[in-house]
């Protein structure tokens, strides 16, 4: 069964304090992995999309980096908009759905 | 424009009633689903519908009924609520890469 462990699972940051938020997954060959912010309230908003081990995506102060059991979201000089949740998933290369696996989140707050 | 839309955003209701969630996508995805997110934010997969038909049934109880009238428009019925169906419900759809894009999600309360 695929499974994904986000840690942690809140980080309070200062202004400036650059920081990662960590996801471990477990599947049956990956197609793909996938980051979500989520505002209270609201949907997940998407990120990134990484498919094989060694790539990395940035977008502002988020860069999203991948290996074969983790993957990691490197946060550079959070501001106070960047607070959110962060979800992570997968999604399987077999199977006939293919349907992703959600993570439980990590909140983060980032103190002005 | 919202892309995918669903309402009602917060439904409280009495447990044994039957209530509807109505989700629209103007994306043209072919593809669209329904997820449930916990109180504890993990959001899980109910249905997945592929232009009308359905697709994946995960395990969920039978008094929920997905529609989908057309492949922009997926609605959620559920009958007989519990307690327990008290969380927040998105609908969504799939797009370019599998990337997949959330509504706003509904609040669903049971009391």
């Known amino acids: 069964e695929d499974q994904v462990t986000q840690s942690p699972e809140a980080l309070r940051l200062q202004e400036g304090e650059s920081s990662s938020l960590n996801c471990s997954y477990t599947?049956?060959?990956?197609?793909?992995l996938f980051w979500y912010r989520q505002d209270p309230g609201k949907g997940p908003e998407f990120l990134f999309t990484?498919?094989?081990a060694g790539e990395e995506k940035e977008k502002e102060r988020l860069k999203a980096t991948l290996t074969k059991k983790e993957s990691f979201l490197h946060i550079t000089a959070p501001k106070p908009e960047d607070s959110a949740t962060y979800l992570c998933?997968?999604?399987?290369?077999?199977?006939?759905?293919?349907?992703?696996?959600f993570g439980s989140g990590t909140q983060l707050t980032v103190l002005p | 424009d919202t892309a995918v839309s669903q309402t009602p955003k917060y439904l409280v209701t009495q447990m044994g009633n039957d209530k509807s969630i109505k989700c629209e996508q103007n994306?043209?995805?072919?593809?669209m689903y329904w997820y449930k997110q916990d109180s504890k934010k993990f959001l899980k997969i109910m249905f997945s519908y592929n232009n009308k038909e359905l697709i994946i049934n995960e395990t969920v109880p039978n008094r929920f009924s997905p529609k989908s009238p057309d492949k922009a428009h997926l609605n959620l019925h559920i009958n007989s609520l519990e307690l327990g169906d008290s969380a927040v419900y998105f609908c969504?759809?799939?797009?370019?890469?599998?990337?997949?894009?959330f509504g706003e999600g509904s609040w669903l309360t049971v009391v």
């Open positions: 990484l498919y094989s």
């Open positions: 599947v049956s060959g990956l197609r793909g």
């Open positions: 998933a997968v999604q399987p290369s077999s199977g006939s759905a293919r349907q992703l696996t």
């Open positions: 969504a759809s799939r797009g370019t890469g599998n990337t997949i894009y």
């Open positions: 994306l043209g995805h072919d593809t």
